[in-house]
């Protein structure tokens, strides 16, 4: 007796369900697989560029302080890290606030310009969140979109046999369900790096806050204020009120222009620095 013939094995795959869905599953793959890059491609960069600047924290944390000027603090920092960029705005900016014709107060001029270089770095660490964000809104209705046009092929498919078999109806409509997966796949990783990206972050900005209010006092006060040597750059800051801390600058015109009120709250007079 003769065997039968083997049933027709269909290859069900992804490749299969493309050249099934012809141009328009091409095009939904092709678009789909361009995010999933870009989204790794964002998420790699972006870790980089905070872990450096968190490395940059640490070392402002460990000696930054300790140096007898911020002029010789500032060069202890990478040239292009962020830590060093608020200091190098926070001299230009007191040297700036001699030169203006109409003065404002010293401690207004320094916050808005210690708050404007903070955000222009906020910004540089926002960039390309937005398309994490986009890809992950919007990855599952572009596949849903391949599986829309896969199931209509299908049915026009089974209408034109006149064959509504589960045999029949299984294979196409599981080929069109792929789109639908391959949607999620590309959604799911740009949702969660994009979470943890912006996460991380805030906590960055908030040292950075820290930072600029530590650097902010130090240079109201002419080195008075100043964060705990140790303690990091935190809110606990060591206050002498009669006094400056050791390691505040003694010689003068070591420092930019001051107008602000020194550690013992009389008046200041402008000085030019040398």
Same mark, same amino acid.
């Given at each position: 007796?003769? *065997? ?7 290859? !069900?795959?992804?490749?299969? *369900?493309?050249? #099934?869905?012809?141009?328009?599953? =091409?095009?939904? !793959? ?13 998420? !790699? ?6 872990? +450096? ?5 640490? +070392?402002?944390?460990?000696?930054? =302080? ?32 001699? +030169? ?18 903070? &955000? ?5 660490? &926002? ?17 849903? !979109?391949?599986? /829309? ?22 294979? $196409? ?7 639908? @997966?391959?949607?999620?796949? /590309?959604?799911?990783?740009? /949702? ?13 900005? #908030? ?22 040597? &140790? &303690? ?8 002498? %009120?009669?006094? +400056? ?10 420092? $930019? ?8 709250? @009389?008046? %200041?007079?402008?000085?030019?620095? #040398?």
């Amino acid at each position: 007796m003769q *065997a039968a013939p083997p049933a027709n094995n269909t290859d !069900f795959g992804i490749m299969n *369900a493309l050249h #099934e869905g012809g141009v328009i599953s =091409w095009s939904v !793959f092709i678009i789909l697989a361009c995010m999933s890059v870009f989204s790794f491609y964002i998420l !790699f960069t972006k870790l980089m560029q905070q872990q +450096k600047i968190i490395a940059q924290g640490r +070392k402002v944390r460990a000696s930054f =302080w300790n140096s007898s000027n911020l002029r010789e603090a500032s060069t202890k920092l990478e040239a292009k890290s962020a830590y060093r960029s608020i200091v190098d705005d926070a001299l230009l900016a007191q040297e700036q606030h001699g +030169k203006l014709t109409d003065p404002i107060d010293q401690h207004d001029w320094m916050a808005n310009s210690l708050a404007r270089s903070q &955000g222009a770095i906020g910004s540089r660490l &926002g960039e390309g969140l937005a398309f994490l964000a986009t890809v992950g809104s919007t990855a599952p209705f572009i596949g849903l !979109f391949g599986t /829309v046009v896969g199931i209509y092929r299908a049915l026009i498919k089974i209408g034109a046999s006149g064959d509504a078999s589960i045999t029949t109806v299984a294979g $196409p409509v599981g080929e069109a369900l792929i789109m639908t @997966a391959l949607g999620l796949v /590309v959604a799911v990783p740009a /949702v969660l790096a994009y979470n943890w990206l912006i996460r991380r972050n805030k906590t960055i900005m #908030e040292d950075l806050a820290a930072y600029t209010n530590d650097l902010h006092g130090y240079m109201m006060s002419g080195g008075a204020v100043k964060p705990a040597l &140790g &303690g990091g750059s935190g809110p606990a800051v060591s206050r002498t %009120a009669q006094t +400056k801390s050791p390691g505040a600058p003694t010689q003068p015109g070591s420092e $930019p222009l001051r107008t602000g009120r020194t550690a013992t709250g @009389a008046q %200041a007079t402008p000085t030019s620095a #040398e």
